[in-house]
T-cell receptor, first 117, second 114 residues
């Protein structure tokens, strides 16, 4: 079974600064997908970024980028130029591709990020 | 286009009752999955449906069940409610069943069991 660990329960960052959220996972699979989801106070889960394990290049989406270290089973999220709207709970998630069934995400416990004005 | 719609948004039940939650996926999405979110256990996968068939199931008791209709809308049912079933129930839909499947989540149904 896969496990996802987010060891930092809370973090705080000043607006416009950079913050990195950590995530480690454990799996025996060689092919899988990793995601970061954001859940603001409205509770709506929003995809931030995704990474295919077979791709060595780290994914980037505007101010969000990841540092994917496959050998170390580490998948951290870097948020640059933090904005007040980034205040949310962030979940790291793992997906093992299964033929005909590809919607099972294994989530970490999440980290609450607060952006200070 | 409209997002994933979950109804009802909030509901209160008492122990022993049953509840049905509904999820309408994004138009064109045929895969629907359900998750339970609690402060203690976090986000846990319940089940997944595609083309009206359950494709995957999480580690939950048989009191938790679901189904999907021909229009891809899905319902989940919890029978004989327990206090521990109080949670935010999230539904997600997706377009495909292969690859880096991106799930789009609804706003959730918050269930309180008294």
């Amino acid at each position: 079974a896969q496990t996802v660990t987010q060891s930092q329960p809370e973090m705080s960052v000043q607006e416009a600064e950079t913050v990195t959220l950590s995530c480690t996972y454990d799996t025996s699979e060689s092919n899988y997908y990793l995601f970061w989801y954001k859940q603001p106070p409205s509770r709506q889960m929003i995809l931030v970024i995704r990474q295919e394990a077979y791709k060595q290049q780290n994914a980037t989406e505007n101010r969000f980028s990841v540092n994917f270290q496959k050998a170390a089973k580490s998948f951290s999220l870097k948020i640059s130029d933090s904005q007040l709207g980034d205040t949310a709970m962030y979940f790291c998630a793992f997906m093992k591709p299964v033929t005909g069934a590809n919607s099972k995400l294994t989530f970490g416990k999440g980290i609450t990020l607060s952006v200070r004005p | 286009k409209a997002g994933v719609t979950q109804t009802p948004r909030y509901l209160i039940k008492t122990r022993g009752q049953q509840v049905t939650l509904s999820c309408s996926p994004i138009s064109g999405h045929r895969s629907v999955s359900w998750y339970q979110q609690t402060p203690g256990q976090g986000l846990q996968f319940l089940f997944e449906y595609f083309s009206e068939t359950q494709r995957n199931k999480g580690n939950f008791p048989g009191r938790f069940s679901g189904r999907q209709f021909s229009n891809s809308r899905s319902e989940m049912n919890v029978s004989t409610l327990e206090l521990g079933d109080s949670a935010l129930y999230l539904c997600a839909s997706s377009l495909k069943q292969t690859g880096a499947n991106v799930l789009t989540f609804g706003a959730g149904s918050r269930l309180t069991v008294l």
